[in-house]
């Protein structure tokens, strides 16, 4: 019961500062925040992340890429260039290196209005930290699992964020129904997606980017909106509007 409560928390936390810190904010800026928030959120990304943490910056402008050209050879992670989504995930993580370590610019439209703390940076990207990470959620599991099968859950502890990127930008591009003709491959996976708080609402979120609500029809609801609607009533962040 402790594993699987220790997975879950690590998931659905890892999986809320990605949607929430990574994409509606850095990507998109779809709400603004003051200096301590962004900072604060920019911790637990690194926190929850863990192993796996992804720079704030390189994440912004390849997803920036991703919707100016989404499912075209241009895309840096569309499912329809590749033979599998290992092979898609080895792409991506190939562009994002490449950003992340300052390797290459990316073009004009895709630089700046992102938020960037260069000590996290620097401590999330070293394999040394990495490496505590791992040795963290070896150890829990060493001290917690009550069987063997449990510990086929670590490599995903590992790898938590480029996971869930996977999931969302394969299953986002090829599973699915369409809400819009986007002139991609988009589509909605789930219509109550608890599973990636949101994210499976790729057709939706591809027609209308910077909405904060990934659903659109009745029947769809994205967990993530919600809470960002709490946060915005306590003034911990400011929804701005979208058409």
């Known amino acids: 019961m402790i594993i699987l ?12 500062s990605q949607t929430f810190f990574l994409h509606r904010y850095a990507s998109h800026k779809m709400f603004k925040m003051n200096g301590f928030w962004e900072k604060f959120f920019y911790a637990i990304t690194f926190l929850s992340q863990g192993s796996s943490f992804l720079n704030p910056r390189a994440y912004a402008i390849l997803h920036r890429m991703h919707h100016a050209f989404s499912d075209t050879e241009k895309d840096p992670h569309s499912p329809h260039f590749v033979k599998d989504v290992w092979g898609m995930m080895i792409q991506t993580k190939n562009i994002y290196l490449n950003y992340s370590k300052y390797n290459h610019e990316p073009e004009e439209q895709f630089r700046d209005n992102y938020p960037a703390w260069p000590l996290i940076d620097k401590i999330g990207d070293s394999w ?50 369409s809400n819009h003709d986007n002139d991609d491959h988009s589509k909605n996976s789930l219509p109550l997606d608890f599973l990636m708080l949101g994210e499976l609402f790729q057709n939706n979120h591809h027609k209308k980017p910077n909405s904060p609500n990934f659903a659109s029809k009745w029947f769809e609801f994205d967990p993530t909106y919600p809470l960002m609607k709490v946060m915005h009533w306590m003034r911990i962040i400011k929804l701005r509007k979208s058409n």
């Open 5 to 16: 409560l220790f997975f879950l928390a690590h998931w659905f936390l890892s999986l809320f």
């Open 128 to 177: 040394i930290t990495r490496l505590v990470f791992i040795s963290f959620y070896i150890w829990f599991y060493v001290t917690f699992a009550t069987a063997w099968w449990m510990f086929l859950l670590l490599p995903i502890h590992f790898l938590m964020g480029p996971l869930h990127g996977a999931i969302v930008n394969w299953c986002g591009h090829k599973y699915g129904y």
